[in-house]
């Protein structure tokens, strides 16, 4: 399809100026790394903006929140239901490392410990550890089938 077929590949800004179609041009990529407890393997590519001064891509890069199956950073598939978050830290020479920032587990995961005729007890609590970082624990427990339940 070409551009001047199909009217809503270009259109005019504010300016009366036309945009040019190559959105990657203004973007560069970056290898992202796993944290220590994974092995610091190569987990994958991201895109960023590409900017005049190195401060604000890496301001950019620090506000990334990436998402991936423990599966996949452990090699084992049968960790496949918990999904690890990771936070970008540092950034230096088109690498960045990562640290962790969080843990869930999937939704299928979820829906299958959930039963007829039992309670669902869940309950979180912020902790303070001695180096100074916050966890939110979220714990779930669930109640046995009563015999009397229908």
Known sequence: MT?????????NNKNGK???GD????KEWVTVKSPDFAGNRVVGNILIDKSNSI???VEKIKTKVLEISLADLKLNEDLANKKIKLKCNSFEKGN???TFFGMELTRDKMCSL???WQTIID??????????FFLRIFVIA?????????
């Open 55 to 57: 401060k604000n891509s």
């Open 142 to 150: 669930f109640s046995k089938k009563k015999k009397e339940a229908v």
């Open 114 to 116: 959930v039963r007829k």
């Open 123 to 132: 309950s979180f609590i912020d902790v303070k550890t001695r180096d100074g």
């Open 18 to 20: 036309k945009f040019s």
């Open 3 to 11: 551009i001047d077929k199909n009217k809503k590949i270009l259109k």
């Open 96 to 98: 960045c490392s990562t």
């Open 23 to 26: 959105f990657f041009s203004k």
